[in-house]
């Protein structure tokens, strides 16, 4: 399986711009989680997905941001408008939801800057 | 809500040698799981190692051995025969598995930078 995989790597914006990162799960898991990782804060979850569904959006910053699932193997999170405070790496990780205990397998990450 | 500290920023050690990373997490939950990711400049996160709270037995794999003390809501981490491979961020991770929001749900400390020196 070639994992958990996002596009696109790196992504510069300008602000004000709207930003779509994707993420492509491995086949098979029913979970999908996105995080974004920052200096001061960390890593912290935004949202994730049990069978396409959002089961808990609470880490979603602001109405500025939002993530879909339109199948099981696709999700988007769409940032509109960017702005400078939402430059982090953004990660997309997938799991089994019955294998959830075990971990879950994430995805390289995209790197967004927003100048 | 639960909360994972690690309290050291950055570690280095000598190659071959051993290191210890600290974890702490507050949580009133019985159920939980423990896990230790590593993630090397690449960026990749990778799953390094697993704790079942149920369980006194501590986690190892291969090199890298955990010492859980439930009681003491401390999980820590201990790299032997350190390599230069194993340079990286260390997070510790909590996750809760009662029913209900928030479940199963990985919340991660802040991270330990380590560095192997050759």
């Known amino acids: 399986d070639a994992g958990v995989i996002q596009s696109p790597r790196h992504e510069v914006t300008e602000m004000g711009q709207e930003v779509t990162l994707r993420c492509k799960p491995i086949?098979?898991?029913?979970?999908l989680f996105w995080y974004r990782q920052t200096m001061m804060r960390g890593l912290e979850l935004l949202i994730y997905?049990?069978?396409?569904?959002?089961?808990?959006d609470s880490g979603m910053p602001e109405d500025r941001f939002s993530a879909k699932m339109p199948n099981a193997s696709f999700s988007t999170l769409k940032i509109q408008p960017s702005e400078p405070r939402d430059s982090a790496v953004y990660f997309c990780?997938?799991?089994?939801?019955?294998?959830?205990?075990?971990?879950?397998?994430f995805g390289s990450g995209t790197r967004l800057t927003v100048v | 809500a639960q909360t994972v500290t690690q309290s050291q920023p950055e570690m280095s050690v000598q190659e071959a040698e051993t290191v210890t990373l600290s974890c702490t997490y507050d949580?009133?939950?019985?159920?939980?799981?423990l896990f230790w990711y590593k993630q090397p400049p690449s960026r990749q996160m990778i799953l390094v190692i697993r704790q079942e709270a149920y369980k006194q037995q501590n986690a190892t794999e291969n090199r890298f051995s955990v010492n859980f003390q439930k009681a003491a809501k401390s999980f820590s981490l201990k790299i032997s025969d350190s390599q230069l491979g194993d340079t990286a961020m260390y997070f510790c991770?909590?996750?809760?598995?009662?029913?209900?929001?928030?479940?199963?749900?990985?919340?991660f400390g802040k991270g330990t930078k380590l560095s192997v020196i050759p």
């Open positions: 949580t009133s939950e019985n159920n939980y799981y």
């Open positions: 086949s098979g898991h029913n979970s």
């Open positions: 991770a909590f996750m809760a598995t009662y029913s209900g929001a928030g479940s199963y749900q990985l919340t």
């Open positions: 990780a997938s799991s089994l939801a019955i294998e959830r205990v075990y971990g879950y397998t």
């Open positions: 997905f049990n069978n396409n569904v959002p089961i808990d």
